[in-house]
């Protein structure tokens, strides 16, 4: 019989097990940066492109082609789901925390762009039925993010008895953002 691999074996599936970066499945690796709170993979870049074109150029695309806005409109919403604060909980995780510093800026540039585009003050602005969601959501969705370091910092010394509430955690946090990545 068929059985589906839980979210934790995907999660760290290689390409030929290979031990290299680029051997990450694309699917795990947003799901990861999505669990973390950064959404990285949705948004990073674009504040460095953002920052070669001035806001008025910015915002006539933005006005004029379905295309753009579309883009910028995506860009902005996965930003509102994003948490650095969060995200930083997690550094404590890995060997060498050095990228998270142009990670935040990558990211302020990113919402200064499409601030810029969209004439908006704050993210989510002209939304703000999808900024009260996830407003209301946040207070809920963030101890589980807490919760979710601790559980892999004991899963990864050796408990296994974290196996199961880490588990739970990824599919928690997964409901709680109303995406998978």
Known sequence: MFRRPSTATIAFERRQNENYLGSLRAIPWVFAWTQNRVLLPAWFGAGSAFAQVDAETLR????????????IDNLEMT???SSLPIARGYLSLVDDGALFDEIEAE?????????????????????????????LR?????PMNALQVELLRRHRA???????PLLRSITGIAAALRNTG
């Open 138 to 142: 946040n207070p809920y969705v963030d």
């Open 158 to 164: 050796g408990d296994e008895s974290a196996r199961l």
């Open 79 to 81: 930003l509102a789901k």
């Open 60 to 71: 006539d695309l933005y006005q004029r082609l379905a295309f753009v806005r579309a883009v």
């Open 107 to 135: 990211h302020a540039r990113t919402v200064t762009g499409v601030l810029a585009a969209t004439g908006a003050s704050r993210l989510l602005e002209r939304q703000p039925m999808l900024r009260r969601s996830i407003d």
